[in-house]
């Protein structure tokens, strides 16, 4: 880096930036939370009854919100 590298610009450029120190640790407690409800459960997708387990729901739910989430900070820049 360059000395005139502003310290805002070091901070954004840092692989562990508090943000995603954030993201990392509620990622952890989503998947605890995931794995520790393994019972299984009936799901009514649409139509059709399907039962599955609950950490499996959980799971797809959870990537689901991820990619929405991805997509639309995408749209935004």
């Known amino acids: 880096m360059s000395p005139k590298t502003s310290t805002?610009?070091?901070?954004?450029?840092?692989?562990?930036?508090?943000?995603?120190?954030?993201?990392?640790?509620?990622?952890?407690?989503?998947?605890v939370f995931i794995f520790q409800n393994t019972q299984?459960?009936?799901?009514?997708?649409?139509v059709p009854l399907v039962v599955t387990p609950l950490w499996l729901a959980l799971l797809a739910t959870g990537v689901i919100g991820a990619l929405v989430g991805y997509?639309?900070?995408?749209?935004?820049?």
């Open 8 to 31: 805002s610009e070091r901070q954004r450029n840092s692989a562990m930036t508090t943000g995603r120190i954030v993201v990392l640790a509620l990622a952890v407690l989503g998947l």
């Open 40 to 46: 299984s459960t009936e799901i009514r997708i649409l």
């Open 71 to 77: 997509v639309l900070a995408r749209r935004r820049r």
